[in-house]
């Protein structure tokens, strides 16, 4: 079943979509951000670049 929920990156790059998907979009500075939102999947650390998460808490 699906939940109508849909991912929040950016479908040309597979990144996560600022300021929607970070997590701590106030974060200054911006990068590193330490963790992944749910919906954007990965972590981003630098502009262009972000990492899927090692662990996922339950």
Do not use: C, H, N
Request: proline fraction near 14%; avoid cysteine.
């Amino acid at each position: 079943m699906t939940m109508d929920a849909t991912g929040k990156y950016e479908p040309s790059a597979s990144l996560p979509a600022f300021p929607l998907s970070y997590a701590e979009p106030d974060r200054e500075p911006k990068y590193p951000q330490r963790y992944a939102e749910i919906m954007g999947g990965r972590i981003p650390l630098a502009e262009g670049y972000a990492v899927m998460p090692e662990v996922f808490a339950t």
